[in-house]
């Protein structure tokens, strides 16, 4: 039996892409080869939906997964939010932790996206903190929501290896008392990165808060950090964009500390 856009199972599951059916039920949609792959491997897909031509070349992910459902190709389209799908998405069951979960493991690098509210870049955050080695991503405050589509295909699977935490924006106080400096990132810190690097500070256990490109940090949580850090720019630029600041910083960091 093929579903089409409008079998009830399809049109159930294309609500998840509105993030209140995504808080209500617990679920999200991952879209696409290597997100799907990450979930299954994670073990928290639901169900997997594929067009025909999709499951034969997807063969492996098809095998593991334990609810196949065969889509036709406008079902698919009203899953999918790409303009060229790959042919299967996959319903699964969201993996954020508790922040006290999540910092009882004694990481030592996180970060922090507080406020940002671009899918995007926080998405690509999330890639490169797990990148780094880092141990958590926390979406602090009004922050775009981890399972927005946009946000887990810029993730690129990292989502299921890192703790992903959904907090309160007054993280400062349970990142210090788990043994972690806070630096936060500002364009006008007092504080340069190379030199924190050069200085050794970087290769203690760190949590670093990134805040979003129009209004950058909240000033109680510039206020609470332990150092405000600038990243160094050398040529005309006026500024990084907020993904790639965040990449300089956290691999300044993870670099210190191996």
Sequence with gaps: MTFTSRTPRVANARKLQRRRDRDQTGRFLAEGQQAVREALAAGVVVELFATGDAVERYADLVA????????????LAALAETVQPQGIVAVCEQ????????????????????????PGNAGTILRTADAAGAGAVVFAGDAVDPYNGKCVRASAGSLFHVDVVRSPLDVVTPLREAGLQVLATSGYGADDLDTLADDGVLAAPTAWLFGSEAHGLPPALLDGADRQVRVPIYGGAESLNLAAAAAVCLYASARAQR
């Design 95 to 118: 993996v954020d932790v508790p922040l006290k979960e999540a910092l009882g493991k004694k990481p030592r690098l996180v970060a922090v996206v507080a406020e940002v509210r671009d």
């Design 64 to 75: 593991h997964a334990e609810v196949v459902s065969l889509v036709s190709e406008d079902g």
